[in-house]
Structures are given as C-alpha cells and as structure tokens.
C-alpha cells in the first residue's frame, strides 16, 4: 500500500518538460479569446444576457449581472484569454477568466453546455500549473520563474480529464435507444439531407446504427489510444476526422469540435510540443532548471479528491429511480452529449383559489423562445419557473396562487406521454428532491 | 522499473475499463422494452422530403391561392355589376359571389407564412368583428388606406359582411350614398390585387425556393409551414372562430362573458337567420388545415404530406389519432347549428393543438426554437 503511494507520488512529482503545458496555454488561450469575441460579435450576450427578463439561475439567489456589468465581463473574458495566451500575468488571467467564465455559465440552466463545463474544469487546473514560465512574457519580466520543466501531474491532470471526458461520453452511450434504436440519430440525421456528398445517405437507418455504434466505440476507447505513442497519431487523426464530421453534421454543437481537437494535443510527446515552440522566439533559458515543490504536500491529495468528485458526477444518477433521459436526475455534469431528442408541450396553468378562476400562462411574457423550448422538457427548469411565477402573482394578490403544469413529451421517437402531474400544485407541492409531481415513463 | 511498472498498471486499468463497457453493453441487448416502435423503422429519404415540399408548393398552397384569385375575380366582376347597376338581383349575385370568395380565403389563410404572411394578409383581410362607427367614419371621409393597421378593424371580408348584409334593405343602402359605392368598389379592388400579388409571389422564386429550403431545422420550409400555421390554428381558428365568441381563450382559462356577436360572418348569420355559413367557413379552414396535412390538392389528389412522412416513421397510430381528430372536428361542426352552446366544439379544435406539438413536431424533428448559442 506504501509502495503504491510512493510510486503514486513519484509520478506525480517526476520532473518532465513543460512543453506541452505551454503548447496547450497557447492553443487553449487562443481558442477561448475566439470563442469569446465570437459570442461578443454575433450579438449573443445581447440576445442570452441582456434580453431575458428571466434566468434559470443554477444557484438561488445567484445575483445577475446589469448590461454594462455582462459586457464588462465579456470584455474582461477576452482579455484574460488574451493574457494567457501571451502568458502574462498568467495565474491571476486564468484565475479571473475561470471565475467570471464559471459565473456566466451559472446564470442560466438553458444555456447550459457540457464543453462549456469542460472548459471550466481545464481552465481551474490552468491556474494551478505553471504554463507560463517559458516562452511568455511573465518569463520576461519576472526572468526568475524561467524554467522548461514541471511535475508529471501537470500534464497527467488534463490528460485524465480528458480520458473521462471521453470514456464517460462513450459509457453515457451504452444505453438501449443509442444502440438498439440508433435514437436520437435517427431522428436527426434524416433532416440533414441537404448535406452535399453525404446528405443523400443520412436517411438510411443503417446509417444512424453506424454512426451510433461507431460514435460510443469512439468515445469509449479513444482516450486510450491517445496515451500510446505508437497508437497516437493514427488516434488523433480519428478525433480530426470524427470532431470535424460531427461538427458539419450537427453545426449547433459549435465550438466542441474545436476544444476537443485542440486540448487534445496534449497527448502529444514533450518532443514534439518542443518542435512546435521552437516557431516561437524565446529568450534564453535559466540553466538551473528547477520546479517549484512547495505544494508537494497538498497536491496528491487534491488530485485524489478531485477525481473522486470527477467519478461520482456521471455515475451519481445511479441512486435515483427511473429513466435518466426523462427525470434528468443527475443528467448535467456527467458528460451526456447528444443523447436526447425530447420536445413536446407544456403549460402552465395559474390558478386563484379565491375567485376561483384560471389562465394559462403566456410564456411569451416571461422567457425567450430559447428558454421556452429548454425549459418544456427539463423538470427542474419547470419547477424552478412555477415558483417564480407563484412568487410574481403571490405579490400581485396577496395570496398564494396555485400552479399546475400540463405538459406531453415525446422522448426519443416515442409517442408523448403525460410528462408533469396535472393534479399537483407545483408552487405548493413542488419538491425537487421528490419530484413526486414526474409522472414516470411508462416505456 | 518502476515507469514499467506504471504503465502495465495503466494499461490494465484501460483494459479493465474496456471489459466493463463491453459488459454493460452485453447487458442492455437484453432491455429490448424501449417502448420505440419495431426496429425496422425506415427514415424518410431527400426524395421523400423534396416531393413532400415539392407537393405542398405546387399542388397545396399554389392552387389554393389561385382559388381565391378566381374567386376573387368573380367578386369584382359581381361587385362591378351591381355598382353599375344596383338592384336586389344583382345585389344576390354579388352576396353569392361574396360567400365564395370567402370560403376560399378561408384555405388561402390557412398557409399565412413567406408571402401570405409577408403581404398581410390575415391582418389586411378578416380581422373581426369590425368597428361599425369607424367602417362608416372611412366611407363618409372617403379616406381609406387598406393596408394600413389604422383601417384593420373597417376592412376585408367583415367589412363586407357589414355592408352587403347590415343594412335591412342592401339596395336602397348603395343607392343613398355613393362614397358606400365607391369604398365597395375599392375594397374589393385592393383584395383582389393582393390575391393577384399573393399568386405572383408564390408561383415566383418562392416556388423553388420553398423546396430548396430543405431539412427541419429552424427556418427551414417545412418547420415554417408546420410552425406557423399551427400559430394561424390556434390564434385564427382556434380563438377568433370558436375561442372568443363562446368566451374562451386558450384551452386553459376560465370562461369570460360569451360574445355571440363575435362570430365569422356575423352581419350574414343574422340576415340569413342562422350560422350555417359561419360554420361553413370554420370547416372550409379545417379542411385546407387537414389538405395541408395530407398532401392533398385541389382536386382532391393525396399525395405526400406529413401524414406519410409519419407511415414512413412507422407512427401510423399517431397518424391514425390526428385524421380521427380531424373527423372528431367535422362531426362537431355537422352536429351543431351554432358556434356558441358547450365547449366541445372548441375542445375538438384544441385537441389537433396537442397531438401536433406533443407528437407530429418532435416525432419529424421539426423545431420551433433554435440556440442562438452551441447547442449539444
């Protein structure tokens, strides 16, 4: 047992060449600074941000931010990602992009990506590594940082995180409707027809059963191959070849494509991340070498329970009962891409138990089209919003109103069935923890 | 060594990992409950969706526009007449012509996107009930513009129900006043053109692009056509045919005070002594409604609609549900004389509502929404 952790350690603590982590600082940085302006430029922070009256915030009470507070941050976004990819300033760019980044992502539950998680849980070990001692303008102007060598658990860190990022992806996968239906795909791919080469093909339930079985085979061994140096680049051209074809398939996904072909060129050996540098000019290297170990202590620690947590999240939905796709009871954070094609109707009734009258809810009032179709199939979103509204009218009466919700969902190329408890008030009975209200999937 | 020793470490931890997925993925094979029809679905093809769209433009949507356009052309030549001379049988055929004209609105509005919607044609034709005091106020200023929103409640076919049907004696009406003559006449004028307008925009660029905008994506022909007319359903069938005047709007609020004198056609089922007409124009809207849906054109040819993009995804129960909803509506229009009484009428309607947005939308993947940002 001693051994083991003596041998954990060591490789945690083996002095390795920073190379990579440079590489990926650059690469990352310069990918979130694009993807930043990007959602600057295409008028998103407008349109997500500043028009919606309401947010789905994923903490209660989360303070939101006023326009001229959301564009600072967007501008403060651009900025770090700037900084990192130049490297100056590094730890404290990372620092503030990683918690203005993670707040922006809390404020609304519609908008929620996994790889704009995944971004957050890169850019919070980007913090802790030291990317930035060479070829970086830190190294410049603080010439005692300078050094080319790390500890292993730098490069390890993004490694594995990535692996699980994949290997969960692929497990997440290995469900009846992928395999045995080819569902969602099948349901997608056919109205891709306009596609050129391809498009004429994607109707072919074949087709959906291909791209099903090979996409959870993909992502369940991948990561593997990626770690070997003989398997390596036969790999990464299959994460090329499948991130660009899923990226022209599904154009929505956006930016995923990219961060996975990008961050995972941190497989690559140190030598070859070397070779890429020496494009860049640098000044000249500090002969004594070293890397700091002044956190030696805490770090094994910190990366044990951070796998730990990292572990739990996409297996946690294991200890709750039912459908996963239909409960969404531990559906976030676990690394579910393009499992679910789930829409339908749902309504909201408002009830005032005085006069005893009733109205349907006009969504249109409260949420963008945006929200409306997120919130209609995500129960925690439906009862997050009856609250809101109870609370709106329990203002306005001076007494509690009732809420009901009437809603039919289709899931997976399944006929619609009832989805919400129409009987339940959901602004008096509604429980989270319970969600008594779900009326199960019967199949 | 001990590098050895890691990596066979490792390599046993990838291929443990391995053995458990291949595991659980045995396992499933075995929960063959998915509840998802057999597994043998088939998709439907490029081809099946361009005949489809193909279909929907040149033997659905064009021929009714040209429809109304004839018709519309006979009204004029009707109006015409009896402008040149007014008399009571002239006044007859113009009232027939009137009610035909409107029944083939009926199908032309029920297609209210791209070019429809673009010329405002609902909103610039059968807005209602009108504003009498305002109908008046445009005919004795002889100032009327309308394609403005200004003259919304004074214009189209309700203002024409007012004029040819109101007044207990139509003839003496005309004859009283020429400015009523003239905004008659230059009413049915600017209906007709926009019929004309509405035939030239469809059969222009908009015919081959309505097929070319392929796919069911946001914005694409297929999730315009479903999405909104399923809005013209519920806003224009829905409430103002059946909703208003029985005091209901929207299937989940409490009733209001009913308004009888809210109905299509209204000026005319008071004349006439029944509803009979008004009830044909909610089933003629019904109809195109449920043309639209099977594909079927004109002469009443089915070809493909939505209903074979279903049978092609092997949902023929829920096909089979929607045409029963749609016989469920005629059976409650045959089965009454009125549009006010109970609510089943009304519930009827609703229920096309229900099984489109629960079923036939997500079951093609048509969306109605789209991320302004990266979806997953």
Not at chain 1, 69 to 97: D, H, K
Not at chain 1, 213 to 242: E, Q, S
Not at chain 1, 328 to 350: A, C, D, H, P, Q
């Amino acid at each position: 047992m001693q051994s083991l952790t003596v041998k954990f350690k060591e490789l945690c603590f083996r002095q390795v060449s920073s190379a990579p982590l440079v590489v990926f600082r650059i690469l990352f940085g310069a990918l979130l600074f694009y993807s930043t302006v990007r959602t600057i430029y295409k008028g998103w922070v407008h349109e997500l941000y500043v028009l919606p009256t309401y947010h789905f915030t994923f903490i209660k009470d989360l303070p939101l931010p006023s326009e001229n507070t959301i564009y600072a941050i967007f501008g403060l976004l651009a900025l770090s990602s700037l900084f990192m990819i130049f490297g100056l300033f590094y730890r404290i760019s990372a620092t503030v992009f990683f918690l203005l980044f993670t707040y922006v992502e809390l404020i609304d539950k519609t908008y929620y990506l996994n790889h704009y998680y995944l971004v957050s849980t890169l850019v919070f070990w980007m913090i802790l590594v030291p990317a930035h001692r060479s070829y970086s303008l830190d190294s410049l102007i603080f010439p005692k940082i300078k050094t080319t060598i790390c500890a292993n658990w730098c490069i390890l860190i993004f490694k594995v995180q990535l692996s699980m990022v994949y290997f969960f992806a692929g497990l997440a996968k290995v469900n009846a409707d992928w395999l045995l239906q080819a569902q969602p795909l099948a349901t997608w791919l056919p109205g891709r027809y306009t596609l050129p080469v391809i498009g004429k093909w994607l109707y072919l339930k074949e087709v959906a059963f291909l791209f099903s079985w090979l996409g959870c085979l993909y992502d369940l061994f991948i990561w593997a191959f990626l770690w070997f140096k003989r398997t390596r680049p036969l790999a990464y051209f299959f994460v090329l070849v499948f991130h660009i074809l899923t990226g022209i398939l599904f154009p929505r996904i956006g930016m995923f494509p990219y961060i996975m072909i990008v961050s995972t060129v941190i497989f690559f050996s140190a030598d070859w991340h070397q070779k890429l540098l020496h494009f860049l000019p640098n000044n000249s290297l500090n002969e004594n070498d070293r890397s700091s170990k002044k956190n030696a202590l805490l770090v094994p620690y910190l990366l044990t329970a951070y796998f730990l947590v990292q572990l739990y999240l996409p297996l946690r939905h294991l200890q709750y009962p039912g459908n996963l796709f239909w409960n969404e009871n531990g559906y976030r954070f676990s690394w579910r891409v393009m499992l679910m094609e789930k829409n339908g109707f749902t309504n909201f009734i408002l009830k005032d138990p005085k006069q005893n009258t009733q109205k349907q809810v006009n969504l249109d009032n409260y949420l963008t089209p945006f929200q409306q179709q997120q919130l209609r199939s995500q129960p925690d979103m439906i009862l997050q919003f009856a609250q809101h509204i109870g609370q709106l009218k329990e203002k306005q009466l001076g007494y509690a109103p009732e809420i009901y919700v009437e809603s039919r969902i289709s899931l997976n190329g399944r006929r619609s069935q009832v989805f919400i408890d129409e009987s339940i008030d959901l602004y008096d009975k509604g429980d989270l923890n319970s969600k008594n209200w779900l009326i199960p999937l019967t199949k | 060594m001990i590098r050895g020793n890691t990596k066979n470490t490792f390599t046993l931890g990838v291929l443990s990992l391995m053995v458990l997925a291949v595991l659980s993925l045995s396992s499933c094979k075995e929960d063959d409950e998915t509840g998802i029809t057999d597994d043998n679905q088939n998709q439907p093809s490029a081809t099946d969706f361009n005949d489809l769209l193909t279909n929907q433009v040149n033997e659905v949507i064009i021929p009714t526009m040209v429809t109304y356009q004839s018709k519309m052309a006979s009204f004029t030549n009707a109006v015409n007449g009896f402008t040149t001379q007014i008399d009571s049988s002239n006044l007859q055929i113009t009232r027939n012509a009137f009610k035909e004209a409107y029944l083939a609105y009926q199908a032309a509005a029920v297609h209210n996107y791209y070019a429809t919607a673009n010329a405002g044609l609902v909103e610039n034709t059968n807005l209602y009930p009108i504003d009498p005091s305002m109908l008046n106020d445009f005919i004795s200023n002889r100032s009327y513009n309308f394609g403005t929103t200004a003259q919304m409640r004074a214009n189209g076919f309700p203002a024409l129900d007012y004029m040819l049907y109101q007044p207990t004696d139509g003839v003496a009406y005309f004859q009283a006043d020429g400015n009523r003559v003239d905004f008659l006449k230059a009413l049915v004028a600017s209906m007709k053109s926009k019929a004309d307008d509405l035939v030239a925009a469809w059969s222009g660029n908009l015919q081959t692009n309505f097929v070319s905008n392929g796919g069911t994506a946001l914005g694409s022909s297929i999730s315009v056509q479903l999405n909104d007319g399923l809005i013209y359903y519920e806003d224009h069938i829905r409430e103002s045919k059946v909703g208003f005047p029985i005091g209901k709007s929207g299937p989940n609020d409490s009733p209001f005070a009913a308004d009888p004198t809210k109905i299509e056609g209204y000026y005319q089922s008071v004349a006439e002594g029944n509803e009979g007409f008004t009830l044909q124009l909610l089933r003629a809207s019904i109809e195109e409604m449920e043309d639209l849906y099977l594909g079927k054109g004109n002469l009443q040819v089915d070809g493909i609609g939505y209903d074979d993009m279903l049978l092609i995804r092997n949902q023929a129960t829920v096909n089979q549900d929607i045409k029963n909803y749609f016989a469920a509506i005629y059976t409650e229009i045959n089965e009454r004389n009125s549009i006010n009484g109970n609510e089943e009428l009304y519930n009827s309607v609703q229920a096309l509502v229900t099984i489109y947005k629960s079923d036939l939308l997500p079951l093609l993947n048509v969306q109605d929404a789209d991320g302004l940002n990266d979806g997953d």
